[in-house]
């Protein structure tokens, strides 16, 4: 069973930054897709990017320029890095994980919905 732990969520104010991690167990390199999601309570989750292996991320068009995800096989996390952060990105932060490889991984940015695991989530909040 594969298991998904977010952290490093918490309070920050508008214009400073974050990095969200997020460990998985068991993790083997080249066996999942690997995806960062948000959701604010009553809308649908919302998708930042995927990344799989050694590939660059994907982002969603909403994502890109702010938001930065990367790996480290070694240490089984993932992470995403926000800057300029803004009120609006006030959600509980998810990573997720699907077994598959980069060619179905590279065009699941927006699809939170194929995802087999998932976190419990990490709660970010962005005062102005």
């Known amino acids: 069973q594969v298991q998904l732990v977010e952290s490093g969520g918490g309070s920050v104010q508008a214009g400073g930054s974050l990095k969200l991690s997020c460990a998985v167990t068991?993790?083997?390199?080249?066996?999942?897709?690997m995806g960062w999601f948000r959701q604010v309570p009553g809308k649908e989750r919302e998708g930042i990017g995927v990344?799989?292996?050694?590939?660059?991320?994907i982002y969603t068009d909403s994502a890109k320029g702010r938001f930065t995800i990367s790996q480290n096989n070694a240490k089984n996390t993932i992470y995403l890095e926000m800057s300029s952060l803004k009120p609006e990105d006030t959600a509980m932060y998810y990573c997720?994980?699907?077994?598959?490889?980069?060619?179905?991984?590279?065009?699941?940015?927006?699809?939170?919905?194929?995802?087999?695991?998932w976190g419990q989530g990490t709660q970010v909040t962005v005062s102005s």
């Open positions: 997720a994980a699907a077994r598959a490889g980069w060619l179905w991984c590279r065009s699941r940015a927006a699809k939170p919905s194929d995802f087999t695991y």
């Open positions: 068991p993790y083997t390199v080249g066996i999942y897709c």
């Open positions: 990344i799989a292996n050694d590939y660059s991320p």
